[in-house]
């Protein structure tokens, strides 16, 4: 099991080397204070999905999450998640081809969230919350899905945008593929 979550040597150096800066550069402006959720945890077999939204691999990763109150009911949420994925047979994350089942390889992203509702912590604040299994499969039925923020951190949400997105996969041989709340370059494929 520990052996999906580690990336390759290899793999962490192509991301690190050619990821762009995190967004969280661009989200400062949300942040007010100390955060009131600052948690990180191991989420393993979530569904990935490529540009037109089908869904090509499975991820598991480490998310760090932050979430602060930006006035009544608003919050401000940054999530960034370092992790593996494993590919399902058939069309590739960035529609240029196709990608082979088990293609393995991995990732590195971060999303700025603005959320209205109410706040309502079923899980800590602070700390490592453990390891969630989804337990996804291909059609995105999940095992649970308490592995989101919305989950574990809100009784009711209001209103839920993407201030900004921006994610590197990378699978040694096969492609990179960079991905932004508003572009996508390269693709993984073979």
Same mark, same amino acid.
């Given at each position: 099991?520990?052996?999906? +979550?580690?990336?390759?040597?290899?793999?962490?150096?192509?991301?690190?080397?050619?990821?762009?800066?995190?967004? #969280?550069?661009?989200?400062?402006?949300?942040?007010?204070?100390?955060?009131?959720?600052?948690?990180?945890?191991?989420?393993?077999?979530?569904?990935?999905?490529?540009?037109? /939204?089908?869904?090509?691999?499975?991820?598991?990763?480490?998310?760090?999450?932050?979430?602060?109150?930006?006035?009544?009911? =608003?919050?401000? +949420?940054? #999530?960034?998640?370092?992790?593996?994925?494993?590919?399902?047979?058939?069309?590739?994350?960035?529609?240029?081809?196709?990608?082979?089942?088990?293609?393995?390889? /991995?990732?590195?992203?971060?999303?700025?969230?603005?959320?209205?509702?109410?706040?309502?912590?079923?899980?800590?604040?602070?700390?490592?919350?453990?390891?969630?299994?989804?337990?996804?499969? =291909?059609?995105?039925?999940?095992?649970?899905?308490?592995?989101?923020?919305?989950?574990?951190?809100?009784?009711? +949400?209001?209103?839920?945008?993407?201030?900004?997105?921006?994610?590197?996969?990378?699978?040694?041989?096969?492609?990179?593929?960079?991905?932004?709340?508003?572009?996508?370059?390269?693709?993984?494929?073979?």
């Amino acid at each position: 099991m520990l052996r999906r +979550v580690v990336l390759s040597a290899l793999t962490i150096a192509v991301l690190v080397v050619n990821t762009p800066a995190p967004a #969280e550069a661009a989200a400062e402006p949300c942040r007010v204070g100390a955060p009131i959720v600052n948690v990180t945890e191991t989420v393993l077999n979530v569904v990935d999905v490529g540009l037109d /939204g089908h869904i090509w691999a499975l991820d598991d990763y480490g998310s760090w999450l932050r979430i602060w109150r930006t006035g009544p009911d =608003r919050y401000c +949420v940054i #999530e960034h998640a370092v992790g593996s994925f494993t590919a399902f047979a058939g069309a590739s994350p960035a529609l240029t081809g196709t990608v082979a089942e088990g293609r393995k390889g /991995g990732f590195v992203g971060t999303t700025t969230y603005r959320v209205t509702g109410t706040f309502s912590p079923k899980a800590a604040q602070t700390g490592y919350l453990g390891l969630i299994d989804a337990g996804c499969d =291909r059609e995105e039925n999940c095992a649970t899905f308490d592995y989101r923020f919305t989950e574990q951190y809100f009784a009711t +949400v209001d209103s839920f945008d993407i201030d900004s997105f921006n994610a590197a996969y990378a699978s040694p041989r096969h492609g990179r593929w960079i991905q932004t709340i508003d572009s996508s370059t390269g693709d993984i494929v073979g």
